[in-house]
């Protein structure tokens, strides 16, 4: 696609064989930070097939909602789980204002439902002026924990399940055995964290800083960790299995004994990282920097 191309040129996209037709106005004007915005700038020369399409290797099915947010900022109404999968492809196509309508649109319901949450967010906001913060084994389910300060605070066994953590500073926090499941935890600072033996699944960790952060034994399958800086992270014995790590900084990170099957580290920074042992053969190195990197004994 050439560089000059108007905004309202046509573009024919292919989702996983799914084929949608749109302009580049409406790939870039809504969400300009994204990585759709990004492609169609006019920086970036695109690769089209033989019919013309652009080719995205992901599952179609919810692109048209996609669409519908860059046209008009429309969310769908939609089951849990569905909105889940299309978080999934909102963090992949890095559309931050879907981002977080979802979770809004999630906890919602969740408060007309009368979650049985423990606490609110004016109370932790309360609690967190107090200079030693626990919240050990509590249940803060669905909460909205966006951009508060919880540097230091214990979360260690609390049900943190669907938490919206986007941009908060959580420096040192413990979140020793917590369920975390789906949580969203989008550029926040978690460095030097405590995520030992944590249930993680399916959370949003894209573009946060985990520099030194232990997360051992911890069940990070099918998070993101997109753009994530985990230099010099404990990872060992993580379950990372479908976990997507594109673009990830894990430089000195420790990965011994962690399962690594269909991880995608693609154009990841692995230099000098601690591979011992460690499963490769199905994950995802393309592009991935090894210089350095501990691969004795790697299967590969």
């Known amino acids: 696609m050439a560089k000059d191309s108007d905004s309202s040129s046509m573009v024919r996209l292919n989702i996983g064989g799914k084929k949608f037709y ?32 652009i080719f995205f290797d992901r599952d179609g099915k919810h692109f048209r909602h996609i669409l519908n947010w860059l046209r ?8 849990e789980s569905k909105f889940l999968e299309l978080l999934r492809e909102a ?19 969740k408060e007309d439902n009368e979650l049985d949450t423990e606490l609110t967010r004016i109370d932790i906001i309360k609690c ?3 200079e030693k913060v626990r919240f050990r084994g509590l249940n803060l389910s669905g909460l909205d924990l966006s951009k508060l300060d919880l540097s230091l605070v214990d979360f260690s066994y609390a049900c943190l399940r669907n938490v919206f953590f986007s941009r908060a500073n959580l420096q040192s926090a413990k979140f020793r055995d917590v369920d975390a499941e789906g949580s969203i935890f989008h550029n926040a600072t978690l460095r030097e964290c405590e995520f030992a033996g944590a249930n993680l699944r399916g959370a949003l960790l894209a573009g946060a800083n985990l520099q030194s952060a232990n997360l051992q034994d911890a069940c990070l399958i099918d998070c993101s960790f997109c753009g994530a800086d985990l230099r010099s992270a404990h990872l060992q014995t993580a379950d990372l299995t479908n976990a997507n790590l594109e673009g990830a900084n894990l430089e000195g ?9 269909n991880a995608n580290l693609k154009d990841a920074n692995l230099q000098r990282a601690y591979l011992r042992h460690v499963n490769l053969r199905d994950t995802h190195l393309e592009g991935a920097k090894l210089d350095g990197a501990n691969l004795l004994g790697a299967i590969r």
């Open 128 to 130: 967190i002026q107090s």
């Open 72 to 79: 008009d900022g429309a969310v769908p109404a939609l089951t």
């Open 253 to 261: 990170a420790n990965l011994k004994g962690a399962k690594l099957r």
């Open 22 to 53: 749109t302009t580049i106005d409406t790939l870039t004007r809504r969400e300009p930070e994204s990585m759709l915005a990004a492609m169609f700038s006019g920086r970036h020369t695109v690769c089209q097939d033989s019919e013309g399409y």
């Open 91 to 109: 963090e992949y196509y890095q559309l931050l204002g879907l981002i977080e309508r979802i979770h809004a649109v999630i906890n919602k319901r």
